[in-house]
């Protein structure tokens, strides 16, 4: 299993949110790059870089600081997601060495969408979902949706993405330790691999992830924790290698 270091971006900054609220953030660095070789250099395999101003604005705004992480790690793969509402963002950011692209709120209210990227872009488009008591959520978390978040994971997965990152909002941010049960009952209804976010606080959530792994788990997004210093990341890797055979 992956352990997944997050650097959300805004104002060109290395912040954190609490559940998706723009109002309440921590910064934690002024030079995401410089945060990008911590997470590198601690024995990270992927990153997850999420534009917060370009996904409240609808398009990419700190585009520029994504492009520099992916300049200074070729070979490393990043999936980032914030402000992707056309193919001309995904075409973009994949020139600029960016591995993944992450559709959230356009993959719900436009759902052929993400047929179409999957399309032109096969291999590179995952979905993310965000979800509260089963129902997914949109636009930076501010609304809840009618939709079931397991029905739109079948579709996604027929479409052809290549993964769903599913967070939980209700714990995202505040470390509360993340959402097993939600996340093995999603894992189960679909054969993509769910790459898991929200609320992990500690080793003993990776633990716990990693007891699940063989559902079809295979990462865990973490940010809030390994700022914080609740969760030593290059510790939690090696338990996750430990525990799942990496």
Known sequence: MLIIPAIDIKDGKCVRLRQGDMDQETVFSDDPVAMAARWVEAGARRLHLVDLNGAFAGKPVNAHVVAAIAEAYPD???????????????QTYLDAGVSYVIIGTQAVTAPHFVNDLCLEFPGHIIVGLDAKDGKVAVDGWSKLSKHDVIDMARHFEQDGVEAIVYTDISRDGMMSGVNIDATVRLAQSIHIPVIASGG????????????????????????????????????????ADELTGE
Not at 76 to 90: K, M, S
């Open 76 to 90: 490393l793969p990043i999936q980032v997601g914030g402000g992707i509402r056309d193919a001309e963002t995904v």
């Open 200 to 239: 992990i606080t500690n080793i003993d959530d990776i633990r716990r992830l990693c007891e699940v792994e063989s559902e079809g788990i295979t990462g865990a997004i973490t940010g809030r924790a390994i700022y914080e210093g609740t969760l030593d990341f290059a510790e939690a890797q090696r338990l």
